[in-house]
């Protein structure tokens, strides 16, 4: 079990409105990824696994936009978090 937590990996997202696609704002590795992941949860920051996809946005430096090529990916997951916020909320309104 202690070997897959060193190989876990964390990416962290951010997106304002005036920003042209999302940006890497935290990535770490092992414990350094728990804590990335423990800190979203604690703020109801919504965590999607992708071990693929954390492995490709790792690569990339803090601050920077994600390539155009990992732009679906990104939506798919953004459009899986609405339709789950949705779905709760119609949950909570019955």
Known sequence: MLKSNLNKKAVA????SDDNAPVVV???MGYM???IVE???E???PVFEDNSLATLLSR??????IPE??????VDIYVYFLRFS??????NVD
């Not at 997202?13 to 304002?16: G, K």
């Not at 990339?60 to 936009?65: A, F, K, N, S, T």
């Open 33 to 35: 990824a728990e804590k």
């Open 60 to 65: 990339l430096e803090l601050g920077q936009e």
């Open 39 to 41: 800190t979203a949860i």
């Open 43 to 45: 703020n109801n920051v």
């Open 13 to 16: 997202l951010s997106y304002e």
């Open 26 to 28: 935290a990535t770490g």
């Open 69 to 74: 090529e990992l732009y679906k990916a990104i």
């Open 86 to 91: 949705m779905d709760k909320h119609k949950e």
